[in-house]
């Protein structure tokens, strides 16, 4: 039998790449939807209810999975939504539901199912995060912040476990083939605001880069490559040259200048 795989947000996009490819791999995969009843098309895989924003659910989960394997193996945290909009326009309950689901969401999952990877003395965790969450990106601050809030609690807990012989790590993502425009809280551009055309701008890149990206399968065979690693690293990201190549810039060039590269990016 092989290794059971939890996948948060599998019904499409990165997690469904991610699911379908390692069950065909041999996986025992469960992939997750918010409304899995919707879906008319058949999955390769189990596509079991949850909603990370909601513990009772996220137990609720965890006790059907317990009904059905005797451990988790895997634990893949990819649900999450995008959230757009100038900072100063967007409301604090819309940047604390993106925080729910990038953020807690993942954190209350790995807490459920920590338990049950140390009574085995084995695991490993992948959260999805985002090149974003690297930078502050103009207009996606939101989504930058609780990405790069979830880079960062990685790298505690991944040594707050490593002793118990689980492994946590981040595989971040830069911009891929998805419906993940169409799903994301886009805060409306409003008439008579100062930040009217920029915003505006900055979203017409957004969305081109969106329907111009990859196809999301890179990320399912470097997810399928990464959990053969016997030593993986912190931190992994995957994207175009260019994406990548930004992070190499952020770390070598003044703050100011790199600044200047994003604000010329986004034609602000």
Excluded at 6 to 19: E, F, M, N, R, Y
Excluded at 83 to 102: C, D, H, K, Q, V
């Amino acid at each position: 039998m092989g290794q059971v795989v939890l996948v948060t947000g599998a019904s499409s996009g990165i997690g469904k790449s991610i699911a379908t490819h390692l069950h065909s791999s041999g996986y025992r995969v469960y992939g997750t939807s918010r409304s899995p009843k919707k879906y008319i098309q058949d999955f390769p895989f189990p596509l079991l209810e949850l909603d990370v924003t909601k513990p009772e659910s996220i137990l609720q989960f965890i006790n059907k999975i317990n009904q059905k394997e005797t451990g988790v193996d895997v634990l893949i945290n990819n649900a999450g939504i995008g959230i757009t909009g100038p900072i100063e326009e967007t409301s604090i309950e819309a940047l604390r539901n993106n925080f729910e689901t990038n953020f807690f969401g993942p954190l209350t999952m790995v807490q459920q199912v920590l338990p049950l990877m140390r009574k085995r003395g084995k695991g490993i965790i992948i959260n999805i995060t985002s090149i974003a969450g690297y930078m502050g990106l103009p207009f996606r601050g939101g989504y930058s912040a609780s990405k790069g809030a979830l880079n960062i609690v990685s790298e505690a807990l991944r040594m707050e476990v490593a002793s118990h012989g689980i492994t946590i790590f981040t595989l971040a993502p830069g911009d891929y083939a998805t419906d993940i425009a169409s799903r994301r809280y886009h805060e409306p551009v409003k008439q008579n605001s100062p930040y009217e055309k920029p915003y505006q701008k900055s979203l017409d890149i957004m969305n081109s880069h969106v329907d111009t990206g990859n196809d999301p399968i890179e990320i399912a065979h470097k997810v399928a490559s990464l959990l053969k690693k016997k030593n993986p690293n912190p931190h992994y990201v995957v994207g175009s040259f260019f994406q990548k190549f930004s992070l190499t810039l952020k770390k070598i060039i003044p703050q100011k200048a790199y600044e200047k590269l994003l604000k010329n990016h986004f034609k602000l």
